[in-house]
């Protein structure tokens, strides 16, 4: 069968995804450690948050097939998809659903992290902006979210497997190389996302983990030196 090569992931795409995957794994290590490493949670969590803000303005001024509109998951491309009539490259209408659901529940993940507390020395960077109360709360839910986290993730890798072996479909090739072969006439290189858009992206993505970082807010008042009365 002839096929074509294809310029399907730029290399901003990549480089978010494996960023991600490492630092996502680190985050979730330096987390189940605690007590020291939760410093170091802190910054992974930072990181994450800056890695996601670049791939939100990257789904809009990306190359081709790393935008958002490329590969938004519609009820009836999902159908189309299983039925089998679904013809295209890149994210497939369910590896979509999982992308947007990885997406989404990273972002709840560092959104409720910038808020937490562990209760003996860690505080989130945004910790002051709200109290000990809803902080409680927040942190709860950064907790029982990493249990929905860890089965999206399982389920991700299982399809890629499932891919990979199955279907005789690597997927993780194109994400490595940044192309893809596919049959003629199923798809073009992808266009788009140049040096203006990424540097775009880039001060976005910087401007967000500085307000994330806390370190616009006022110093907290230093306590009172007491003096002897003699």
């Known amino acids: ?16 995804h494996w960023s991600l995957a490492i630092l996502v794994l680190a985050a979730f290590i330096s987390g189940k450690i605690g007590g020291n490493a939760m410093d170091w949670h802190g910054k992974f969590g930072l990181t994450i948050l800056g890695l996601l803000t670049f ?3 990257w ?10 509109a490329s590969f938004f998951p519609t009820p009836a491309s999902v159908l189309a998809y299983l039925r089998g009539q679904w013809q295209g490259v890149g994210h497939n209408p369910l590896g979509a659903l999982s992308v947007f659901g990885l997406l989404g529940l990273l972002a709840f993940q560092v959104a409720s992290g910038l808020f937490s507390n562990d209760d003996i020395a860690f505080r989130g960077p945004l910790y002051d902006l709200i109290g000990k109360a809803l902080s409680d709360r927040l942190t709860g839910l ?8 860890i089965a999206l993730v399982v389920l991700h890798l299982a399809a890629i497997l499932y891919y ?10 194109p ?4 192309w893809r072969e596919v049959a003629p006439g199923q798809g073009t290189s992808a266009t788009g996302g140049g040096p203006i858009a990424f540097v775009i992206a880039l001060l976005i993505a910087l401007a967000a983990v500085y307000a994330a970082s806390g370190s616009w807010l006022p110093a907290a008042p230093s306590a009172p030196v007491s003096t002897p009365a003699w």
């Open 1 to 16: 069968m002839n096929t074509q090569r294809i310029r399907l992931w730029d290399l901003p795409t990549r480089i978010f």
């Open 55 to 57: 791939r939100l303005v």
């Open 59 to 68: 789904g809009i001024v990306g190359s081709t097939y790393a935008r958002f």
């Open 142 to 149: 950064h907790k029982l979210s990493v249990n929905a986290l």
């Open 164 to 173: 990979t072996r199955v279907r005789k479909d690597n997927l993780l090739k």
């Open 175 to 178: 994400m490595l190389t940044g």
